[in-house]
């Protein structure tokens, strides 16, 4: 797998190949390690972006599409996998909204704070922002009201990306609105040990923070 352990498109990769216990090396790639832009590289990944999974001769990039390949892969055991052709469709539909919904207000919000230094810091840009992802975390919220989870009333590879989401919201410098389903929720994601072990570490406040704790981190 190649990515930098804190991007957040590499934690729900990460996340995953813990909960299935896959054995996996991580090659740190992109930010301040590069990589991203080598012929090697982009033969795997035209995009020149983390991450990137090779298993075996096979490449693979887009995370969400990464987790669903190895649950189909590796979850012998259905650990991740929704139990039927509809609970997988609705993992889709969560992983897809994740990504193209959820996602674009809440990135745009973390370089607006964390990866912009305070002086600088836009505060309008910021609030709009704030008020589009809580748009998105409102809906999220009203869904796990009805089932605790994503889908199929446990956990499921579509709490991962939702999950890894969450866990670096709660955590900006911000202050938040009450999405009491949500912090149910994030508290039983808290007890997972490859949650604590691949998601659940500091990503920093600002510019400096970010890229020392980018190095520091295994
Ligand atoms: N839609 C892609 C987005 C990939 C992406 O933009 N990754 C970021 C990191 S989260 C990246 O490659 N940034 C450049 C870098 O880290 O060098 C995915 O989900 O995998």
Redesign the pocket.
């Given at each position: 797998m190649f990515g930098?352990r804190n991007?957040?498109?590499?934690l729900p990769v990460m996340w995953t190949v813990g909960e299935l216990e896959i054995p996996c090396t991580r090659h740190d790639t992109?930010?301040s390690f590069g990589g991203?832009g080598t012929r090697d590289y982009l033969a795997m990944n035209p995009n020149g972006?983390?991450?990137t999974l090779r298993d075996g001769d096979f490449v693979l990039?887009?995370?969400?599409a990464i987790v669903r390949y190895l649950c189909r892969r590796h979850d012998g055991h259905g650990a991740l996998l929704p139990r039927s052709e509809e609970g997988y469709a609705l993992a889709d539909q969560w992983m897809d909204w994740h990504?193209t919904t959820l996602y674009p207000p809440y990135i745009d919000l973390t370089w607006a704070l964390v990866r912009t230094e305070p002086a600088v810091r836009d505060r309008r840009r910021i609030e709009d922002l704030q008020a589009q992802t809580e748009t998105g975390l409102a809906i999220l919220d009203k869904h796990l009201a009805r089932t605790g989870h994503a889908v199929d009333d446990r956990f499921t590879m579509a709490d991962i990306p939702l999950g890894a989401l969450v866990h670096r919201y709660l955590n900006l410098e911000i202050e938040r609105p009450a999405f009491p389903h949500i912090a149910s929720w994030y508290a039983r994601l808290s007890k997972r040990p490859a949650f604590i072990e691949h998601v659940m570490f500091p990503f920093g406040n600002d510019p400096g923070e970010w890229y020392r704790l980018e190095r520091e981190t295994p």
């Open positions: 930098r991007a957040s498109n590499v992109g930010g991203t972006r983390i991450p990039w887009e995370s969400n990504k």
